[in-house]
């Protein structure tokens, strides 16, 4: 028998997207791309789940209810999960705003769902290989 090394199970994606519909839609794609996805519409509810789990990533849209995609990213210093935020377009003081706090990557309103897909389960990828980590995404 052949030395297999042990499956590693992807760390969940966290969607805190109040647009139910944009939620929903992508939500359905990360599945499809074989990723364990929990999803909340606010960012108070967010900010429990992230306290009370670990996520490969989390994508936070930056106009959340409750606490914004900004604030969450700001709450979690270090040792946070990657965050990847979701805004409206035209918006570049935000976008420069959301890469000095540390996110990993930024998409607009707008978005096409394959392009967000691909982009939301790369940074896990990423974040592995530059830490060396075994706790990946799919």
């Known amino acids: 028998?052949?030395?297999?090394?042990?499956?590693?199970p992807p760390a969940p994606v966290l969607l805190a997207v109040s647009h139910e519909q944009a939620r929903d839609l992508l939500a359905d794609r990360l599945r499809r791309a074989d990723a364990d996805v929990q999803s909340v519409g606010n960012g108070t509810d967010a900010r429990r789940e992230i306290q009370e789990q670990a996520f490969g990533v989390v994508v936070a849209e930056t106009r959340l209810p409750g606490r914004s995609g900004l604030e969450l990213l700001r709450s979690f210093p270090t040792l946070r999960p990657p965050?990847?935020?979701l805004g409206q377009?035209?918006?570049?003081?935000?976008?420069?705003?959301?890469?000095?706090?540390?996110a990993a990557d930024y998409f607009t309103l707008p978005f096409s769902p394959s392009i967000a897909t691909a982009r939301i389960m790369r940074v896990p990828r990423l974040v592995a290989a530059a830490s060396g980590s075994r706790f990946v995404s799919k």
């Open 1 to 8: 028998m052949a030395n297999q090394s042990p499956s590693i």
């Open 83 to 85: 965050f990847v935020l």
């Open 89 to 102: 377009q035209g918006n570049d003081e935000e976008i420069e705003r959301a890469f000095e706090l540390g």
